[in-house]
C-alpha cells in the first residue's frame, strides 16, 4: 500500500512524566488473587495524557485508566498486554494473563492499561440525535442482499461516521496515538524496553509499536495476527472466508460427530447445516412478520463468534438448539425466553455440559438478571443490536433533536489507521459478492462506517525495520484472523519475525487458549528466556472439546506433525480469560 512517510514519534514532556499519580487497589485484584493467591497486589490510577500527541497544547488532556504490579523476583522488564477490538478494555490484561502463568508475575513488572476511547479511559462518544436514529431505514436480515438492506446499510454507516466524528477526541482516536500512549507508560515507569503479549487486533498495535519505537522492543508475542503490515479493509475483506472456513471445516463436523449428546440437530455435517438453515428461515419469517425480534442474521453472528474458541463449539450448539425452541414455541413477548434456555439445555448431554453453564447461557440470552460486566462477556453486541437500543431510547426522546449517544465504536479506529475507498458502491458490491461466495456471514462488513469518515487516517508502513524479532503464533482455521493475512505480515516484514503456525487448529488465540505443549513450550521459552526457534515452525494441537483425537482439516498448513491426545482444557483454571475471550467474541461490531 502507498502511504504518506511515516510519522515521527512525538517528545514526551516533562509535565506528564511528572504529573502526581493517586493509585489504589484495583476493583479485579481479588479476582486475580482467587486465581494465584501469591500475586503481587496490581495498583491502578488514572493518568492524563495529550488527546493529541504531536500538538500536546491544542487541545484539553484525556485519561488513561492504568494498572501496575511490581515483580516477585528480579524484574526482566515491563511487560504490558492487549486482548484486542479494536475497542476492548485491556487494563486487567497482564494480570489476568499471568495468573495462568504465574511466572509473569516473578519474572516481569506488570502494566496494563485500557486504550483511549475505551473502557475506564477516556471513552469516545458518538453523538447523533432522536430523529436520525427514527429516520434510519431498517431491513430485516442483512444476508438479504436487495434494496432495503443496501439503503439501511448506507443510511448506518453515515450516520456512524457522523456520530463518531462529532467531538474533536474521534479523529485521535487510533492506534498510533495508542503507540504514544505505550511509549509514554513506558517512560512513566522508567524501564529501558516494553515486552508485550498482543491478540487479535493487539497484534496490530504491537506491529505498530515495534515500528515506531523499535529499540524500545523487548519480547513481543504476537498472537492470533491480524496482516498489519496491510488496510484494516483488506483484514476485514478476508473474515467472510475465515468464517466460512472454520464452521464448515471444524465446527458442523464436529456437531455431526457429538450428535449422541445434541439432541435434534442432526448426525451428518449435511443435516446439521440443513436444519441450521431451516431455523434460520424461520427467524427471518417472524420479523417480517412483525411478530419478533429475534433475528437471522443475529443468530449468525453468535455462531461465528463461538467460532473463535473451541471450548465455545459446544455454546454453539446452545445457541442453535435456543432458536430451534424458539421457533417452535416463539410465545408472545418476541423474545427469547426462560423456557426456551432451559429446554435447549436439557437437549445437550452432560460430557458437553461440563464445558459451559446453565447460568452462563440464561445470562447470555438476558432471561435472568445480569450485572454489566457479565452481559458484556456473554451477550452479543452487533452495528445492528447497538443501533436497536439507540432507536429505543431515541422514541422516549422529548425532541427531535434530543443528543443520543451511541456509545464508543470500535470502527473509529479502523477508520483513523487506514485509508478508505469512498465509493459505496463497491463495499455494496463486495457484500453482495461475498454473501454469495461465503453464504454462512459474507455480508458481516456490509458497508462500513469509514467509507463516510472526514479525517486523513494517521496510518504507516509497518516493516519492523531495526527492530528485534517477534514471535508470531497463528492457526491455520482462525475464522478472526485469517492464517493467509498473518503469514503475509511474516513475509512483508522477514526477517524481523519467527513463526508458528499451528496445523488443523481454528483456536483465536493460542498461547493463551491452546495447552498443546509445542505452543506453550516455543511461547514460554520466547517470554520468559528470550530463546526464539531457529526457523519457523509447525506445530500439531490437541482434540476438539468432546473428541479423542485431532481430526485433519484440508487447509493452507497441512503439514505432518505430532499432536498430543490430552482433551484438557487450558480455560478450565483461567475463567478470568474466558469471560474476556468471550467478550472480544461477541463484541461483532463492524
Request: proline residues 6%; negative net charge.
Amino acid at each position: 500500500m502507498t502511504v504518506d512517510a511515516d510519522p515521527a514519534p512525538p517528545g514526551i514532556l516533562q509535565r506528564y512524566l511528572d504529573q502526581p499519580i493517586t493509585w489504589s487497589v484495583c476493583a479485579f485484584d481479588g479476582d486475580v488473587k482467587q486465581t494465584y493467591p501469591q500475586a503481587p497486589t496490581t495498583m491502578c490510577a488514572t493518568v492524563k495524557v495529550p488527546m493529541d500527541w504531536h500538538n500536546p497544547d491544542a487541545h484539553s488532556d484525556i485519561r488513561l485508566s492504568i494498572a501496575h504490579s511490581q515483580a516477585l523476583g528480579a524484574s526482566k522488564g515491563l511487560l504490558t498486554a492487549n486482548p484486542g477490538g479494536p475497542g476492548s478494555a485491556g487494563v486487567f490484561m497482564p494480570a489476568y494473563l499471568a495468573s495462568y502463568k504465574p511466572q509473569m508475575f516473578h519474572d516481569f513488572d506488570l502494566v496494563g492499561f485500557d486504550p483511549r476511547g475505551f473502557g475506564g479511559s477516556e471513552r469516545l462518544r458518538c453523538l447523533t440525535t432522536a430523529e436520525k436514529l427514527n429516520n434510519l431505514p431498517v431491513t430485516a436480515d442483512y444476508k438479504r442482499r436487495d434494496q432495503q438492506t443496501h439503503l439501511a446499510e448506507v443510511a448506518e454507516a453515515e450516520l456512524l461516521a457522523e456520530a463518531c466524528a462529532a467531538t474533536e477526541f474521534g479523529q485521535f482516536v487510533s492506534s498510533q496515538q495508542t503507540v504514544y500512549d505505550m511509549e509514554f507508560l513506558r517512560a512513566l515507569v522508567a524501564k529501558p524496553k516494553l515486552s508485550f503479549i498482543g491478540v487479535s487486533y493487539g497484534t496490530w498495535l504491537g506491529g505498530w509499536y515495534a515500528d515506531t519505537y523499535p529499540t524500545k522492543v523487548g519480547r513481543f508475542i504476537l498472537d492470533s495476527n491480524m496482516d498489519w503490515t496491510h488496510t484494516h479493509w483488506e483484514n476485514m475483506s478476508m473474515d467472510p472466508m475465515s468464517g466460512q472456513r472454520r464452521r464448515d471445516s471444524q465446527l458442523l463436523p464436529w456437531l455431526a460427530r457429538h450428535a449422541d449428546d445434541i439432541e435434534g440437530l442432526g448426525a451428518t455435517p449435511a443435516e446439521v447445516s440443513a436444519k441450521y438453515e431451516t431455523i434460520r428461515a424461520r427467524l427471518v419469517q417472524m420479523v417480517d412478520a412483525g411478530t419478533s425480534s429475534v433475528r437471522g442474521d443475529s443468530l449468525d453472528m453468535m455462531i461465528y463468534g463461538d467460532t473463535y474458541g473451541n471450548v465455545r463449539f459446544v455454546r454453539a450448539a446452545i445457541d442453535i438448539l435456543v432458536h430451534d425452541e424458539y421457533v417452535k414455541g416463539p410465545g408472545t413477548t418476541g423474545k427469547v425466553a426462560l423456557i426456551h434456555v432451559d429446554n435447549a439445555w436439557s437437549r445437550i448431554g452432560r460430557t458437553l455440559q461440563r464445558y459451559d453453564s446453565l447460568s452462563a447461557i440464561r445470562a447470555r440470552y438476558g432471561v435472568v438478571p445480569v450485572n454489566a460486566e457479565t452481559a458484556a462477556a456473554s451477550q452479543l453486541t452487533t452495528r445492528n443490536t447497538l443501533l436497536t437500543k439507540a432507536r429505543e431510547q431515541a422514541a422516549k426522546a422529548v425532541a427531535p433533536s434530543q443528543q443520543i449517544n451511541l456509545g464508543s465504536f470500535g470502527m473509529t479506529v479502523r477508520c483513523n489507521d487506514s485509508r478508505w475507498s469512498k465509493n459505496v458502491q463497491y463495499y455494496l458490491d463486495e457484500a453482495d459478492r461475498m454473501t454469495s461466495a461465503y453464504p454462512f456471514a459474507g455480508y458481516l462488513n456490509g458497508v462500513p462506517m469509514c467509507a463516510f469518515w472526514n479525517h486523513e487516517p494517521q496510518d504507516r508502513v509497518a516493516d519492523l525495520q531495526n527492530a528485534p524479532q517477534v514471535l508470531m503464533l497463528q492457526s491455520e482455521l482462525d475464522p478472526a484472523t485469517a492464517y493467509e493475512g498473518g503469514l503475509r505480515t511474516h513475509r512483508a516484514i522477514s526477517p524481523h519475525s519467527r513463526f508458528v503456525a499451528v496445523d488443523d487448529e481454528g483456536h483465536h488465540s493460542l498461547y493463551f487458549g491452546v495447552p498443546a505443549s509445542c505452543i506453550q513450550d516455543v511461547g514460554d521459552s520466547f517470554l520468559f528466556n528470550g530463546e526464539l526457534p531457529n526457523a519457523d515452525v509447525v506445530c500439531g494441537t490437541v482434540p476438539l472439546p468432546g473428541d479423542a483425537v485431532v481430526y485433519p482439516v484440508a487447509g493452507p498448513v497441512d503439514q505432518s506433525v505430532a499432536t498430543t491426545s490430552s482433551s484438557q482444557n487450558v480455560f478450565g483454571s483461567s475463567p478470568l480469560l474466558q469471560q474476556v475471550m468471550d467478550a472480544n467474541a461477541n463484541h461483532l461490531v463492524r
